[in-house]
């Protein structure tokens, strides 16, 4: 088949490696450079993780794991590392039954995971004393957690693509998309390229393309801020982890130091609704809310230097599960996207997931994914701190003898 691609983040470049691998013909679009400096994608850093997915661990769990040895592979043909596993903390205000990340441990376990366990507050202290962690706090370390380095990997993903025969139309915007008797065209100021299927990943920016789906996808905007920290080697790599905190309230996050020389700060909970043009610099309330937090929880990076800051998009779904389909009412043009802030790690293995759902196959790892009744209109958000693929799955009560 030919197959067009719009939009070349980790969804869309990810898709197109693993269907040119199939053998398939795949040309991608996109309105920028690659990678494009506004895309979801395009970051220092983002983390892998295989916890906080109680919703659905047996897909999320194995589509992670797969992805991390995908990643590993690739990074050998790219002659250059993009993949750290550093470890990673969670310092959490409780470790119930029930709770999400409480969830993920029990299943980590049940998969035989010798990696992953629970701190208490004085076995945080010891092991990591960067942070400052109260008596009531429980640490959750996960050996097998690290980071890539998103921005360089999409670039050198782009370069292997190349290499494998797909052509890449950087700086070329998609002005709409259309299904015919014959497959999906894709329009573009200089013309019209006519493909057997038609796969739409274009972040931040489906609405653009899809409306019908579009409206249904929220775009936050996500601040990070950058420091360059006074004893570089309390915060490599191995000493310290990706680490996350105060996951009930604004979520931070960050990084150890990056190759870049600074740390990265960020916070998972979404962010203002913003159209996806909106400007990408972050705010000085921002800047001020971060160094409050440090100053509290890492008093050594508080100390350290602000380089910079910027913002990020997220492309939210209802439920923060991704969208794997065709567009209803068409067989021709396959949406895939929705990445809701913890897309990229997977992207080593949503290439194959989108391959299959291009070639009508079954995968039991994206039927999670399909449209169904998920996209209902008035469909909307119910928390910003909440993510539904966190959330354990709730079971029924026994029925009464």
Known sequence: ?????????????????????????????????????????????????????????????????????????????????????????????????????????????????????????????????????????????????????????????????????????????????????????????????????????????????????????????????FIEVENPGRFVGGTLPVWSMEPDTDSWYGFPLLREGYVKVSKDLLGEVVDPDVDRSSTPEFVEQAMVFLHRRIPEMAAGKVVGSRSCLYANTPDDHFVIDWVPGSQRILVAGGGSGHGFKFGGSIGAVIADAVEDKDNPLGRLFRIGERLRAGDRRQSRVARGFAQPVATAPPSPQ
């Not at 983002?46 to 659905?56: D, E, G, H, L």
């Not at 047996?58 to 040895?69: F, G, H, I, Q």
């Not at 969670?90 to 049940?110: C, D, K, N, V």
């Open 1 to 225: 088949m030919k197959v067009g691609v719009v939009g070349a983040g980790i969804f869309g470049i990810a898709a197109a490696l693993a269907l040119r691998e199939r053998g398939h013909a795949v040309a991608v679009f996109d309105q920028g450079p690659v990678p494009h400096p506004h895309a979801s994608s395009t970051d220092v850093a983002k983390a892998i993780r295989r916890t906080s997915y109680a919703s659905a661990n047996d897909t999320y769990v194995e589509l992670v794991e797969r992805a991390a040895r995908q990643w590993r592979e690739w990074q050998t043909r790219f002659g250059t590392t993009v993949y750290h596993r550093t470890g990673g903390l969670t310092i959490l205000p409780s470790f119930a039954p029930g709770s999400p990340m409480y969830e993920s441990w029990r299943y980590l376990q049940a998969r035989g995971a010798t990696d992953a366990e629970v701190l208490s507050a004085p076995e945080v202290r010891a092991r990591f004393p960067q942070f400052t962690v109260r008596d009531d706090e429980v640490g959750f370390y996960d050996g097998w957690r690290g980071y890539l380095e998103s921005g360089r990997a999409v670039t050198l993903l782009a370069r292997l693509a190349r290499a494998e025969g797909v052509e890449i139309h950087e700086e070329t915007p998609v002005l709409r998309v259309e299904d015919d008797a014959d497959g999906g065209r894709v329009v573009v100021a200089h013309g019209v390229h006519s493909f057997d299927r038609v796969v739409v990943a274009a972040g931040v920016w489906v609405g653009r393309l899809l409306p019908h789906i579009g409206c249904h996808v929220e775009v936050t905007r996500q601040q990070m801020m």
